[in-house]
């Protein structure tokens, strides 16, 4: 049964979700579609980047993942297929890939875009059918013409201090108002957010309700928490602003 | 594999659409469950009507289509299952389903209600089960008397006006704020919204970021949109807003 | 094809859902996942409770029901696996699966913590490692030492009034802003709720648009509702509310 899951900005209600998932059961009758979200902030190629980083390897090799985040579509900007360490993902040549794409090994091909796409919905026109021809069992190579000049995006990496600590920033927040950082550590050191001075627990329950603190996320990132509560409301502040590890003296 | 969709304005949350999932999946164990929405807005048929619309013949024959925005359950309003295109959808007589209905050749039959069902929740104890028994290969006549009298909404048509344009309506916003109007247009003209003349484009890569555009969307109407922005926001004007299309002299 | 659901707190955009459906469809390839929700308000142990009541018995047997809303994850709270009614529930510890836990013949066990779990995404590193091999046809008690503490959390009973009545509350607001109580009747009363009377009726359409009703709800519980509208902003009132029932003399 092979798998494929879904990545929008599309919202659920209008029903063009509805009309990818018609033409992918149309025609692979037997995929098993996954929703992974389609409540991107409308248009966030980074959101959706970020997002995409964490699942796509989780799933079995053959998943077809169909990314859909184009706030570009009808530009001239490409529309790619991908395989990468044995999954495939198709969307557009924006970056929102480039989790599989910088791992060694990866490769693109420009999708061809079928006469008569709507220029306003590759989703539907233009990803889906590339997504149907992988899940029945096309090589990629079927899809297009290599490509080697994908739009790549990086996480920006937190740098090194002169004393031993990092000076990094909010990459994102969370559905908990959890501050996810770029800053990297074992469990050890303060951080510093907003003027505040954080030591870094091991979880949630290792402070009072209601209280801040940092620790070590479920991706080896820092983040700044409120046990029970909401650290973005709590400290006012979200994605880019800037955060400081400093390690213990 | 038998394929259900559902389109619902329940929310997920309170576990509503899981009692209609584990109906359906009680009833048809192997049956594929695909979620279109549940964030139509309460009891908005309209707005339900237009997403099914969308989808429902994107789908393969042999579907069965479960619509369940029934402000009115519980009332003499009839239930129905129907047939039209080789595809079923099941759901309340209030319109809803007439894009379905509207084909030539569709069919419909009034619901037996079964003994007991609640009042208030017909999604899980009459269309669900309905769904069950299709998915389950029934014949559409198993399931109720044979019923001419569905309620049918249409899509009201622009007008066409003396110097071969048109006067139309913003029939709904989308999720970007895409401003969906019933004129129609092969891609010529110019666009009259609040005042504010805009021509017709193809993409919104046609104009600069937070730029206003006409373009035809991806079902051949005539949307207005804000390239990287919100038309709906940006002019403040909503659903039954007029437009007017002019043509070209 | 063997099932399983899934009711978290985590919304959809993050991909933390994605990752745990990755975990389940690497070990358990030809699983039916079955999002229920996860729309939960964030860490609301109560509304989740309140949830899986309603959905949980519906599904086949043999369906592993996966639940994760765990404000205490990290700390020493339990992680539990199921067995009740012949469906499986794997989730934390906090009385979310009280429903299926206070049936006769329940039965649990703790599971064990796999090394290298992160302290913040059970979800991932415990739970969805336990369905997965109940979805494999493993035994429960393979997963983890029985137990038999874990905590209970039961529905508020309606106090019985020397008239005849109840004393009640509002046990939550769905989407509707149908305001669903904990008071218990066949069909026949009067409901007082914020200063009004409301008589019984039997659904929605027996009152005028606009208007207040109360009514038995799809499981037996009586809800106030207002046709057509929102009873919980009409009121401005919500969870906790303190409601009477007054049998008719």
Chains 1, 2, 3 share one sequence.
Not at 228 to 249: C, E, F, H, M, S
């Amino acid at each position: 049964m092979p798998l494929c899951t879904l990545l929008t900005d599309f919202g659920t209600a209008d029903g063009y979700v509805g009309e990818m998932k018609g033409v992918l059961l149309s025609g692979a009758p037997s995929a098993h579609l996954v929703d992974i979200s389609h409540d991107v902030p409308a248009q966030d190629v980074e959101f959706a980047r970020l997002t995409f980083a964490r699942y796509w390897r989780r799933f079995p090799e053959g998943t077809v993942h169909l990314v859909v985040v184009d706030p570009d579509v009808g530009t001239d900007r490409k529309a790619l297929a991908i395989e990468s360490d044995g999954r495939f993902a198709v969307g557009p040549d924006n970056g929102v890939l480039s989790p599989a794409m910088l791992l060694p090994g990866a490769r693109a091909v420009a999708l061809d875009i079928p006469h008569g796409a709507a220029p306003t919905f590759h989703g539907r026109d233009v990803f889906a059918p590339a997504a149907v021809r992988l899940l029945n069992g096309a090589a990629l190579e079927e899809l297009g013409a290599w490509y080697s000049d994908a739009a790549l995006r990086r996480t920006p990496e937190a740098q090194r201090r002169v004393d031993g600590g990092q000076d990094g920033l909010v990459l994102g927040v969370d559905r908990f108002g959890n501050l996810i950082t770029n800053l990297t550590a074992r469990g050890d050191g303060t951080v510093e957010i907003d003027g505040k001075l954080l030591r870094i627990m091991r979880t949630y329950g290792d402070v009072s309700e209601g209280d801040l603190l940092a620790l070590v996320g479920s991706h080896g990132l820092i983040e700044v928490a409120v046990r029970g509560g909401n650290a973005a409301r709590t400290l006012g502040i979200g994605r880019g602003a800037l955060v400081t590890l400093r390690r213990d003296p």
